[in-house]
């Protein structure tokens, strides 16, 4: 309840004849009561939901009336007329109307619902208007009419935009066309898919200007065509319209005027001709039409005007094309059909969960007492795994670069004296400085290598060429061009700064010896490792296949013993990779049990212990052995070249085919080169490029 709706008149006197009311909220449905005079005909909120309400007494002892909008409808009367049956209208009656002749009153609301409309004799009459049975027109509110009215403004307001947008469209269209098509000289007196409209000269009879005959009957005489410009009787203009477009038969086309602009209207500039229309393809011609032979002076796309040249800043070779169409592109990897180097097995365990560094002092504090049985000493590289297998530290030796000072990994060294019972660090550092070499600590192994002042004077000696008896200048440049050195002095072998690249190129260098028929300063067994011909290098470094295995083993034993064990029983040292094993976490002091015996070959009893880590053996030569994985041996460079080859360059331009292919498919170490001196083609190639040169050369363009 509204409060002071209960209360009686507390500012002005009580009316006696006022009988309290209530009142239904249309929004929320509450029922309020009304006992004050003074609040008759008045807005108060609501105090459910705080709309406003009109506070008006009930019509009369029937339903109260419903307000909607400014004016109050009887709702009942407006329910009943809706659901009762229409009355069908006699067709043969006249309507109702006054004496006059005029059309009944319209009905009159008034805010007082028990106002009636008209007299008692309007209503004998017929005049008068039930207020029930005919509704205002206007009974919805106001403020939905104000937004429908705003609606239907801005509906017409922007049809008539569009319509205007459209309409000037259509008009700037049609003036374009006229204009263009008055421009170009010709008239539209037949239209089709190809038509030809030809405009002579208009008969003698005629005088003035050129009229159209109209449907009533007037004439309209073009003003442009007022201009004294007539056509020669002789010319003709083909004018191309497009697809045809159907026209009444009876219409009269008006005949189009050659319309030439001012002189003065277009200023002269000075890059353009006089004509820009000179040297196009004439009007009496199709200029896509093959039959038509093009002028002399015909403009060309290598062409430009004169004024234009001026522009290039000096590029005269703008005309010409920047490249050979007719050269073909070089092969891709897929065209070739190259077999692809072996891809890198990393176990995710490994490479997400990275050992922890090896503690060297406690690995290598070890006190052993080595002896060997043979006076001279013990081979280098065996003596390096059975460390390996004491500490439980990967130690690796750099066998190319003791090969480029001399020293080779299977070369006996002495052993420290027993009797003082040195730690594994200091029998090793024994055993270097009795070899010339000394040894690095890693976070996850050792690599021992020479010294940097014996190597750098045998790299030194290797890329000096001057023994060369003729021509030295010319191997400098061969192996600068196999090397991609571009800078420094042209004159001399630069030595690269890193290990790898400087390996390589001793390589080289003592390649060119062999080439030009000098000795090199490497021994043949330790180049015929890493370089050769191109026929001995395809059969090099082929998986062990035999060997024996020894005896049948008993007990397990660790990784680098039964590696060493075997190839000694072979007459070879092994040589393992030991970044290979890292990435499948194989420790030297891993215990292994493989079977071996009679029937059972070293190969077989090695690819037991590897297999499962994609390690493999490969047979070097003899004497050698080398233990790893797959994709490292497909990425080896190796140095090759081609002595009996007649067309060295056209091997080259294979070769370089070839390497370009596998370029696009990752990056890889090779180059190729012919030597003027011997016209002989020289390469560094990956391995797993090299095997399939024989079938590769046939393919490449």
């Avoid at 319309?259 to 004439?282: I, K, R």
Wanted: proline share 9%; glycine share 6%; with cysteine.
């Amino acid at each position: 309840m509204v409060p002071g709706l209960e209360s009686h008149c507390a500012q002005g006197a009580v009316r006696l004849d006022f009988q309290p009311f209530s009142v239904v909220c249309v929004t929320c449905g509450s029922r309020l009561r009304v006992g004050r005079h003074d609040l008759v005909d008045s807005i108060v909120a609501c105090p459910k939901c705080q709309s406003m309400v009109h506070l008006i007494p009930n019509p009369g002892p029937g339903e109260p009336a419903v307000a909607l909008g400014n004016q109050p409808v009887d709702s009942g009367a407006l329910t009943e007329d809706s659901i009762s049956k229409p009355e069908i209208p006699d067709l043969g009656a006249t309507p109702p109307g006054t004496a006059g002749g005029f059309a009944e009153r319209p009905p009159v609301f008034t805010p007082d619902p028990s106002a009636e409309v008209g007299t008692d004799q309007e209503s004998e009459d017929g005049g008068g208007t039930d207020r029930a049975a005919a509704p205002h027109p206007a009974w919805h509110s106001q403020k939905n009419a104000k937004s429908r009215k705003i609606a239907m403004m801005i509906s017409v307001a922007l049809a008539s935009v569009v319509s205007a947008s459209i309409l000037f469209s259509v008009l700037f269209r049609n003036r374009s066309d006229h204009v263009a098509k008055q421009d170009a000289g010709g008239s539209t007196s037949g239209i089709g898919d190809d038509v030809v409209a030809k405009v002579d000269q208009p008969d003698s009879e005629s005088t003035g200007p050129s009229a159209v005959d109209l449907e009533n009957g007037e004439s309209s005489a073009d003003p442009l065509a007022a201009q004294d410009h007539p056509l020669d009787s002789a010319s003709e203009s083909t004018v191309d319209v497009g697809p045809a477009i159907p026209t009444d038969s009876h219409a009269k086309q008006p005949p189009s005027e050659n319309l030439v602009p001012p002189a003065d209207l277009f200023p002269e500039n000075p890059l353009l001709p006089s004509n820009p229309l000179e040297g196009l393809s004439p009007s009496d011609g199709n200029p896509m039409d093959k039959g038509n032979d093009a002028l002399p002076d015909a403009a060309t796309l290598k062409e430009l005007p004169k004024e234009f040249q001026g522009l290039l800043l000096g590029l005269e070779g703008f005309d010409r094309p920047q490249f050979n169409n007719a050269a073909p592109a070089p092969k891709t990897i897929d065209q070739l059909q190259l077999d692809r180097a072996a891809k890198s097995d990393v176990d995710i365990e490994v490479a997400i969960d990275q050992p922890d560094p090896i503690n060297m002092v406690q690995s290598l504090g070890l006190p052993t007492a080595m002896q060997a049985a043979d006076p001279e000493g013990y081979p280098l590289n065996d003596l390096m795994l059975v460390m390996s297998q004491l500490s439980g530290v990967p130690i690796e030796i750099q066998w190319v670069s003791y090969e480029i000072v001399g020293l080779p990994i299977e070369q006996r060294v002495s052993l420290p004296n027993p009797k003082d019972w040195p730690t594994l660090e200091q029998a090793l550092s024994q055993v270097c400085q009795a070899s010339e070499s000394t040894f690095d600590k890693n976070v996850q192994s050792i690599t021992v290598r020479p010294t940097d002042e014996r190597f750098n004077q045998a790299v030194q000696s290797l890329l000096d060429l001057s023994d060369l008896p003729t021509e030295s200048a010319s191997a400098v440049t061969l192996a600068r061009l196999l090397l991609g050195q571009t800078d420094g002095d042209p004159n001399v072998v630069a030595v690269p700064k890193e290990l790898g690249p400087t390996q390589l190129a001793a390589l080289v260098c003592d390649a060119i010896r062999r080439i030009r028929g000098v000795p090199g300063k490497l021994s043949d067994e330790s180049f015929s490792r890493w370089g050769g011909t191109f026929q001995k290098q395809l059969t090099a470094w082929p998986e062990l296949e035999s060997g024996v295995s020894g005896a049948t083993r008993i007990q397990p034993a660790t990784f680098v013993s039964l590696v060493r064990q075997i190839s000694k029983m072979n007459g070879a040292t092994c040589y393992i990779n030991w970044d290979d094993s890292a990435k499948k976490d194989f420790k030297p002091n891993e215990k292994l049990m493989p079977k071996t015996g009679e029937g059972v070959s070293a190969a077989d009893a090695l690819r037991q212990i590897l297999q499962p880590a994609n390690l493999h053996v490969r047979v070097v030569d003899p004497r050698h052995w080398w233990i790893g994985s797959e994709a490292s041996f497909d990425r080896f460079p190796v140095v090759v070249w081609f002595p009996e080859t007649k067309n060295a360059d056209n091997v080259a331009k294979q070769v370089q085919s070839i390497l370009q292919g596998a370029s696009m498919d990752e990056n890889i170490t090779g180059t190729v080169a012919v030597d003027s001196a011997t016209q002989t083609c020289v390469a560094i190639l990956p391995r797993y490029l090299l095997r399939q040169l024989p079938r590769l050369l046939g393919e490449s363009p």
